[in-house]
C-alpha cells in the first residue's frame, strides 16, 4: 500500500491541454473517486498514474518515489480496463496468473494467490474457461481478480462497471466497496456516474475542463458545493439552478419582476443582488391548498418510494422530489416553497458559491 | 404480397447461381484443360477438333517424375522433384525470413503513429504494384557480381520482395484490430515490448500470420522471374522446370501439362486446407 501524490500535474496532446495542473494527495488505503463529465481529463490523469500516458509536467509520486519517468510494469499498480482488456487467447487461470508468472514468482505461490482471488470472486469453478466463454460480469470479475491477484501498491479502475447492466452494476458495486473495505488498499476510480463515485468513496473528486472542480466527502460535495458545476453535477435528479436577483427586502428571489419565490430565511446581506440560486429537488415543497408560489404540474414520474415532478414556474422549469404520496395530475396548479436552509447561492459570473 | 416476392425471389437465386455457375467455369475451366491434357496421348493433344473423350494415360506423370528410359538422354524432365524441392527451399525460406522480419515491422506500423505508418504501408505496397521485369536487369547485375546469383540465399532474398510486403500488409490489419488495452493491461503486469509481441500479439494473430504465411507462399511459389534471371542450374524453382518441356525441337504439351499440374499441387492443398484463412488474408479491410 501507498500514498499516491500528484502535484501540479500537465498534459497536452500537441497543442491542446487537457489536464491543466491539477494537484491532489491521496493517502495510504484511501478509495478516491475521479469523476465528471466525458472530455474532463479524468481518464488521462488514471493512465498517468499507470504510466500509459507521459506527464508533460508536474509530477507524480507513488510512495516516496517519483514515478514520472518509471515504466508501467515497474509502478506495481495494476488496473481494470473498462473494456477489461482480457488476453483472449488464455484461460481464466491464466488470465489471472500471467502477472506473476512474468515475475517469476514460485509455482506453488502462483496458484494460491490466483486460487485465493478465484475464490473471492466466485470464480473458482471457470479457471479453465476462455474469457469469450464467460459472461459480462464474469469477465468484469476476472478483470478485476487480475489486479487483485498482484496484491499492488494502488489499484486503478477506469469505468469498470460501464459495460454492464443496471442490476449487475450496482451488485458489483457493492462487491468493490466491500473489497476494498477487507483489502485497505489505494484505490482510483474513474467513473462518469456521480451516484458510483458518492457510494464508493472515500473522497470525491470532481474534474471538469482539466481542472479540479471539488474534492471532498461525498456528502460535502453534495452538502456544500463548491460552486454551480459541482452542484449541478453531484445528485440525482439534479440541483435546480436558477438565475434572478435576491428582492430589495431580502426576502424573496426574484426570477422577474413578476415572479417570486419566498425565501426560507430572509437574506438581507444578498439584497438586490443577481444571484444563481440553487435548491435540491428534496428541498422544493409542493402542497396543495398551502402557502407558497403557483407552480403547474407538467410532468409527474412516480418511481414507488419517491415522486418525481417537474412543475414550471413563471417559465421555468423546476423538479422536485417528494416520498409523500401527493396527488397532483398534470396540468394542475400547486404552491412551491423551499425548506428551511436549503438555498444554496452562486454567483452568477464566476459560478462560485457566496 | 409474401406470395408475389418469392418467384421474384426463387428468379433471383437462379440468375445468382447461373452467376457463380460461369464464373466457377472461367475459373476452373483452364485447370480442368490442362488436367486432360496431361492425361492425353500426343495424338488427343494436337487432335482438331479437340477430343473430350480419350483413353487417358500416366505416361506423362511417369515421364515428368521419373524420366524416361527409352530418350537416351534419360528423359526431357528427369529433373523435375529436384525443381520441386528448390521450390519449396525458396518458398519456405522466404516465407520464414519473412515472418522473422515482418512480424515486428508490421507490429511497429500498427502500432506506430498513423501518419507515418500509412506512409510507410504506401511504400511496403508499391514493392508489389512496381513490375519485377523492371527491377529484374539491375538486379541481374548486382547477383553476378555479388556471387548471390545461383544460390538459395539469393533467391530467398530476392522472394522478399514479393513475400516481406504481403507479410507486413496482411500482419498489419490483423494486428490492428486487437484493442491497445489489451496491451496497457500487459505492460502493467509487468510485460515489456519482446513479451507483448510474443506472448500476446503472436498467439492473438495466430490466424492472420497462418493466412499471411499461406498467401506468401502461394505468391513466391508461383513466382517465374526471379527464377528464370536469377537462378541457375542449382536453384531453379519448379516454375522453371514447367518450362523444360519446351524442347529445341518441340513443345512436349503433355510433359508440360503434367508439370503444370504437379507445381500447382501444394497451392490446391493450401486452399483446400486453408481457404478460411486465405479468404480472410486476401479481403482484409474489404469487409468491417
Known sequence: MASVVIDNVRKAFGQVEVIKGVSLDIAEGEFVALVGPSGCGKSTLLRMIAGLEAVSDGEIRIGDRVVNDIE???RDVAMVFQSYALYPHMTVAENLSFALRLKKTARDKVDSRVDHAARMLGLADLLQRLPRQLSGGQRQRVAMGRALVRNPQVFLFDEPLSNLDAKLRVQMRAEIKKLHQSLKVTTV???????????????VVVLQGGVIEQAGRPLDLYDRPANAFVAGFIGSP???????????????????PQTKLSLPEPLRPFAGRPVTLGVRPEHLNVAKDAKGAPAKALVIEPTGAETHAVLDLGGR?????????????????????????????????????I | MAASLTPRKALNTALLTLGYALLGAFVLFPIYWIFTMSLKEFGDIIAYPPRFSFVPTFENYREVLFGNEADQAGGVMPDLLRFLRNSVIISSGAVLLSVILGLPAAYALARGEAKRANRARFTILSFRFAPELAIILPLYAFYTRTGLYDSYVGMILVHQLITLPLMILILMSFIRDIPIEIEEAARIDGAGPLTILLQIIVPIAKPGLASAMIIAFIFSWNNLIFGLVLAGGETRPITMGILQAMTFDQIKWGLMAAAAMVSAVPGMIASILFQRQITRGLTLGAVK
Open chain 1, 317 to 353: 422549469e423546476l423538479t422536485t422530489v417528494f416520498r409523500e404520496r401527493i396527488p397532483i395530475a398534470p396540468g394542475e396548479i400547486v404552491a412551491m416553497s423551499i425548506a428551511p436552509g436549503a438555498v444554496h447561492l452562486f454567483d452568477p459570473a464566476s459560478g462560485q458559491r
Open chain 1, 189 to 203: 476510480y474513474v467513473t462518469h456516474d456521480q451516484m458510483e463515485a458518492m457510494t464508493l468513496a472515500d473522497r
Open chain 1, 72 to 74: 508501467p510494469k515497474d
Open chain 1, 238 to 256: 439534479a440541483m435546480n439552478l436558477l438565475s434572478g436577483r435576491i428582492s430589495a427586502d431580502g426576502a424573496d428571489f426574484e426570477f422577474s
